[in-house]
T-cell receptor, first 113, second 117 residues
Framework: AQTVTQSQPEMSVQEAETVTLSCTYD???????LFWYKQPPSRQMILVIR??????QNATENRFSVNFQKAAKSFSLKISDSQLGDTAMYFC??????????FGAGTQVVVTP | GAVVSQHPSWVICKSGTSVKIECRSL??????MFWYRQFPKQSLMLMAT?????????EQGVEKDKFLINHASLTLSTLTVTSAHPEDSSFYIC?????????????FGPGTRLTVL
């Protein structure tokens, strides 16, 4: 069964606009961690943001922010003021305690001029 | 900080030969390293987890005799694809974490594209 679900295969956004990527996950644990990674055309995986489940405050990193809804098991990523360099595949990932990192299928984001 | 390198970035080999891929953590000590495989337009698939000085733990369906992993030091792990065949052609990515603690962030290498002729 898929533990991490990204329901949007591709999203297009214009420069300077905002785009939100959805991610849902499934767990019965209380101790877990969530991540967003981006993979640009170079294929280098880059950590965008990390969220600890025990923290209620949503993580932010410059133009990237998350909306962590623990009860709904939702972890969406908002990219503000989109730039051409944000064009990449974005993977939501999840790890329970000492378990292995599990990735969603990815969402391809294309930023257009 | 948290830079991971891989070498080579791409390699072409003949069927039946072995290929070694190196993964190094450049500015931190990596207690745990991971090896992933990624097919075009797909997500990452974990192949194995290795801790320094210990035998690697392989995921179900991954042949440990074909994909030899050695985590010889806190900064180096190697993946050797033995007797490579065209179906082994793929993009291999390593990652490293500072600890084996719960939820420790994994930092990824740039990947190695393997083509087996």
């Amino acid at each position: 069964a898929q533990t991490v679900t990204q329901s949007q295969p591709e999203m297009s956004v214009q420069e300077a606009e905002t785009v939100t990527l959805s991610c849902t996950y499934d767990t019965s644990e209380s101790n877990y961690y969530l991540f967003w990674y981006k993979q640009p055309p170079s294929r280098q995986m880059i950590l965008v943001i990390r969220q600890e489940a025990y923290k209620q405050q949503n993580a932010t990193e410059n133009r990237f922010s998350v909306n962590f809804q623990k009860a709904a098991k939702s972890f969406s990523l908002k990219i503000s003021d989109s730039q051409l360099g944000d064009t990449a595949m974005y993977f939501c990932a999840f790890i329970e305690g000492w378990g292995k990192l599990q990735f969603g299928a990815g969402t391809q984001v294309v930023v257009t001029p | 900080g948290a830079v991971v390198s891989q070498h080579p970035s791409w390699v072409i080999c003949k069927s039946g030969t072995s290929v070694k891929i190196e993964c190094r953590s450049l500015d931190f000590q990596a207690t745990t390293m991971f090896w992933y495989r990624q097919f075009p337009k797909q997500s990452l698939m974990l192949m194995a987890t290795s801790n320094e000085g210990s035998k690697a733990t392989y995921e179900q369906g991954v042949e440990k005799d074909k994909f030899l992993i050695n985590h010889a030091s806190l900064t180096l792990s190697t993946l050797t694809v033995t007797s490579a065949h065209p179906e082994d052609s793929s993009f291999y990515i390593c990652s490293a974490s500072r600890t084996s603690g719960a939820g420790d962030t994994q930092y990824f290498g740039p990947g190695t594209r393997l083509t087996v002729l």
